[in-house]
Every structure is written in structure tokens, then in C-alpha cells.
């Protein structure tokens, strides 16, 4: 039995009496989509009230009444245990519901939340893929049909299949040099909604970054998605134990407690500058100091409830440890991983759901001897090893990770720590100035591992804030198949391409191509070379600008050749920013659709930051005349 859309003015949305932001989210999501498709305002009602006709029902059974009527939360929990797990399904000719698990500490209905975007994508054909700023038609598919039927239809997704999914934004990384790059940009919110739609379930960012987002309201945005938040990133010692102080812990901590610092070969007590320098900035060994950081978290967790896992990472670089007698009986991974364990104990004695992070990577690198972590502790294994070391990207039968020294450092730590995650390059690395590298086909085969070693909770991939676009379909893979491992490269293109809609078999057959044609053939940064530089130069570019104009051709919607025009340019940008730099195409597209020059908040193209808008003799065609602007 279908529905005509433009009757659809007889269901009502039903949540709880109590709803939880997430769930009143989810139900303006589903009335906000549904109205694109029928022009038909639907009602949202609470479960106390009484309705009539179809009913679309939010929440699971211990949370909306109307739900429990329907099943009970004992079988809800077992078809849906979670994390993350959703439900939808009819019952009899009146009600469908939409309902995620939420039994999990820190579950904050997500599965609710997509269950409406599942709904919306599996039963009525839309698409979330891309993000332009708040309002553009950028990114997504709006199917055009008259009728849908909503009727005996079920999809259960008992949890997700890799609970950490996490995206490693770096808003304030050109902070200090490029105006409105940091958590202020228009494009902000685009991404966190870009985020929810498309699985990922944590934001990893630094303090400075944090503090904007709450000064600026954009947190709101995160919280009614159910997005969880890891804070501190590399700011994170320099913030928890000040050496002058700030705003919230005003001990000017070096003044008052210099031993509290690394000693360094000179017998003297080491003063940070920045979170540039110093690396491990701490006497790691002393007790005072280790007790204090730990209040200090905790006074913090106190003020930012919301935040479940805190970074505790070293500054970024490379430099000698504290040479107290103490801490030189130890290697420099041993007194880290002592000093976040301890730290992490303590915290959790009055912030029992919390987490602290830690970071392996360059000669932070091996796992310690003799410790065995809380399980209040999360491991973060970067691909970037010893002597700035990367892996290979891009080989589709994921042998740049599995079965390479990465993964046999990343299985050593599962062995003494409960909670081990990727920290992965999914843009090659942020040395590649923005140039793309397909490896979405290394990433099914990489997910699939991980969910049937279960060595490893999941990945966070770096994310240079708002290079959406130059990346789309790794950051698509990456959300999507962690989320359900069981999805292949046939299904993720099914509802990637639908934006491109008549153009979308021509998008295929370029992402199919490009897949296909790089498969890992230069190792990351041996003898300089670079994984996508190397397709940037090697692909057939005139293979890949003719299924450009086949796809333009074929689709003649100025709105979705919009989103031709964007998948494009980031191919352009990555072709001539590698083999025609003095080009004057570059300083347009910088100019006028970069993310941080130019029309600020335009669309997710990230330029490199080298690039400065001036003038240009570039003289724009039909690839640049976006009817969204």
C-alpha cells in the first residue's frame, strides 16, 4: 500500500513526554525531510497525547510509551542490544517505529537518530553525502517521488559493527595565519550534521577549539546529535597544568611547582612555550604532580559534563624525557603510559564513565613493559611510526595496514590495554596539501579486519576541518562501512552517486576507475615520494575529465550538476596543484571557493594554506558557475 505524498497530513510524528534533545532532533529531521518531499507540515505530538491515522512513533520502548505498546523492552533489547543499534519497523496499517538502542553508557540516543536517516535513505531514497554552507542544496539527494510505501517494511541493525568512529577535526590548525579557520568558519555546523548523517559518533579536538565551540553555541549543535567529544588534542598539558596559569586554573604552576616539570640535561626545570615544543613537558615519576593533573580533569569534567573522554597527549614534536633519576630508569613510552594510567585511575574514582586517551606514534611508539592498563584508558595507535615513518595507503587488499608493522604494534598493545583505535591518514597524510588519494576499496577490506579480529575498537581519521569535498568518498567510506562492516564498495556507491543524479553512472564508473587503477604502488614518504602526488601524476586525467562531462551531459539540474561541479574541482585542484602549480585555475578556485579564502564558508574544498587569493587571469567556464552560491 503506497502513500500519496501530498496527503500526508494525516501522520503524526509521536515522542516521548520527557524527549531528549536527540530525540526531538531526530523527529524535526524526519518532519524537516519529509516536507522537502510533500510540501506537508506533519505534527510532532508526545506520547501522552492522542492521535489518529498513521503514526510514525520516536524512540525505543523504555522511552516513548506508544513504542512500548507495540514490543516490550525486553525483546526491544534483545533484537537491539547497541551500542547504536536501531530498529525500524511497522506495525499493523498505523505505525512505524523508529528506535534506537540506548542501554550503553554514553549511548545518547544515537541510534534513534539514525534510524531516521536510515528510514529517510532505504525507504524514500534520499542521499547524505557531501555539505555546502548552511542552506546550499550542496551534497544531498531530495528523491522527486510521488508516492512511497511505508507499509510492512522492517530493518533491524542490532549495534554498530565498530563502536569508535571518530573524526580528528583540526580547527584551529591555521589559526595563526589564515582569518576564520578555527571553530567559527560557516562551515562548521555543515560538518558536524555531515558527521551525524553519515555514522560518525565522536568529534576529537583540541581545547582551544572546545572552548569556541561552547563560546559560539555551536556545542548545541553536537549535543542534539548524540556526538560525543574527546577534548584536549595536543593543548591538553599545557592546559590541565599551566606553567603561568589561565583562566580557569590560575596556579602559575611553574612558579609554584617547578618540580612538577621534566628536568632537563642541564639540571634545570623545563618551561614550555607552546604545545609546539617540550613533547613530554612533565616529571612523568612524581606523585604531586600526577595527583594534581588528575584533580584538575576532574574539576574540568565537573564544569563540561558532556565530554567523555579527555586527551592527555604529549606536546607535538620530538625531545628528550625528564632526566630525574626516577624517570631515567624508564624508556620515554614506559613514563608516559605510567603517567596516563595513574592519571586515569584517579579520574575514574569520581568520573567513573570518563576515558583518557593517549597517543603512540613517532618514538612514542612500542608498547611499555610492565604496565597493564585501566580499562578507563584508550590507546590511540597512529600510522605515523618511528623516524616519521607512514604507512602505504591506497592498496585495495589493505595490506598497507594489515600484516605491516603498524598493525603488529597495534595488536602488541591490545594485548595490555583494553580500548586500542586507529588513528588513521585518510587524506594520505596533512602533507599532501589537500591532493586526493583513493582508498576507499583498502578501507572495506581494513573494516572488515578489524571487525573480525576485534583487536580493534575503530578508527578516527584526520580531518583538516573543512576538506570535505577533496576526500568525500574515503570520509564516506569511513563512517559508513565502520559503522556496518557488512556494506560492499556495490552498496556505498548505490547511495553516494544518487547526488549526481542522472550524471551518478558516470561517477560510479570514475570512482570505480580511480579505485581500480591506484592500488597502493608507492610507499608514503620513502625517497619523498607521496601516495597522492603519485596518482595525481600517474592517473589518466583524460579518462577522468571525460566521465566529468559524460555525468555533466547526462544530468541537466543546475543543483545537482552542482554537485558534479564539486566532486570535480577537488579532482582538478589535486591535478593541477601537482602538475601545473604556477597555474592560475588554482588562485581562482582558492579565491572563490576555498574553505578558508575568499567567500568564506562556501563549500568543504580545502585549499593548502600556502596558496593566498590575489588576482587571477583565470577566466571561469561552466565548471565554476554554481547556481548555489
Known sequence: MKI???????????????????????????KKYIMKISRVEIAIVKDDEVTSGFRVLIGNPKRNKMVASQISTEIFDALVPGPEGL??????????????????????????????????????????????????KIGEYIPKNKEIDIFNIEYIKPKADLPYRSSIIQHDGYAHEIPNSDANHPLTISIIDWMAKNRLNRIVTPMKSYEQLCKNGIIEEIIKRGISLTVGHHDSGMFFLPPKGNELFKTKYYEKHKEFYKLTKDAERFLPASKWEGQLIFDLRNPDCIKQISRNISAWLDENPYVDVVNIWPNDGDSEQCKCSTCSDHSKMTNYSYFINEIAKLVANKHPDAKIDMIAYLDLWEPPKGIKFSDNVIIEIATWGPNEQLRKFGANDGSGLLGTIYEKNARAWSKIAANVVYYDYYMTNFRSKQVYCPMADEILKIYENFEETNYCKGTGTQIESFN????????????????DTKLTMDDLLERFVKIFGKGSKYIADYINYIEDFYNGQVEEGKDGKSCASWFAKNVNKKKVYGYFEKAFDAENRENTRDNIRALRMAFRYSDLVTNDPDNQEILFISKNFGSYWGRLGQMGIGISSFIEPCNCNFTPDKWYDFSNN
Open 87 to 136: 530498529m525500524i519497523k511497522t506495525y499493523g496499517k498505523k505505525t512505524l517505529v523508529l528506535a534506537g538502542s540506548d542501554g550503553n553508557v554514553n549511548e545518547r540516543e544515537r541510534g534513534t537518530v539514525y534510524a531516521v536517516y536510515e528510514f529517510l535513505e532505504r525507504f524514500l531514497g534520499f542521499s547524505f553525502v557531501g555539505y555546502g554552507k548552511p542552506g546550499s
Open 4 to 30: 500519496d505524498l501530498n496527503t500526508m497530513d494525516f501522520m503524526t510524528i509521536v515522542i516521548p513526554s520527557d524527549a531528549s534533545k536527540r530525540e526531538v532532533f531526530a523527529a524535526n529531521e524526519l
Open 468 to 483: 570535505l569535498w577533496n576526500y568525500m568518498f574515503n570520509f564516506y567510506t569511513h563512517g559508513r562501512k565502520a559503522y
